[in-house]
C-alpha cells in the first residue's frame, strides 16, 4: 500500500497557513478589504483541497483492511468450534486495532485542517464586520 505520510500533508497544511496571514491584516480602502477576503477564501479552497486527498488516503487504508478481513476466514482445522470463532475474533480486532492505528496520523491531519479552516473563518468574517462599520 503506498500511501502518502500524514507528516507530508501536516507540512503541507502549515505551508498554506504560513501563506494565508499577509504581513499585517491593515487595509485602507474597501478594495484592499475584498483582496484580503478573498485571499483567505483561496486559502481555504487549497486546504479543502488537501483535506479531500487526506479523505481518499484514509478509505483507502479502510479498504485495504476491509479486504484483509474477508481473506481471514482460513482458520486452522484442529480447533474446535468454540475455539475456532474465538481466533476469528481475535484476529478481528487486531486487524481493527491495527487499522485505527493507522488511520489516527490523518484524524490528526483532518483536525488540524478543520482547525484551520476555523482560523480563517474567523478572520474572514472580521475583516467583513469592520468593512462594513467603516462605510
Not at 475474533?89 to 478543520?114: F, G, M, W
Amino acid at each position: 500500500m503506498s500511501t502518502v505520510p500524514a507528516a507530508a500533508y501536516l507540512d503541507t497544511v502549515n505551508a498554506i497557513m504560513s501563506r494565508a496571514y499577509p504581513t499585517s491584516y491593515q487595509w485602507q480602502t474597501p478594495d484592499g478589504a475584498r483582496q484580503l477576503v478573498a485571499h483567505l477564501r483561496h486559502t481555504q479552497k487549497e486546504l479543502r483541497l488537501v483535506k479531500q486527498e487526506v479523505r481518499v488516503v484514509m478509505k483507502s487504508i479502510r479498504d485495504a483492511y476491509t479486504n484483509n478481513r474477508a481473506k481471514m476466514r482460513a482458520i486452522p482445522i484442529f480447533l474446535t468450534r468454540g475455539a475456532a470463532k474465538q481466533e476469528r475474533a481475535n484476529r478481528r480486532e487486531k486487524s481493527r486495532q491495527n487499522e485505527l492505528a493507522d488511520l489516527q496520523p490523518y484524524q490528526y491531519v483532518l483536525a488540524a485542517i478543520d482547525h484551520a479552516l476555523l482560523q480563517l473563518d474567523s478572520a474572514r468574517m472580521n475583516i467583513e464586520r469592520d468593512t462594513q462599520r467603516r462605510r
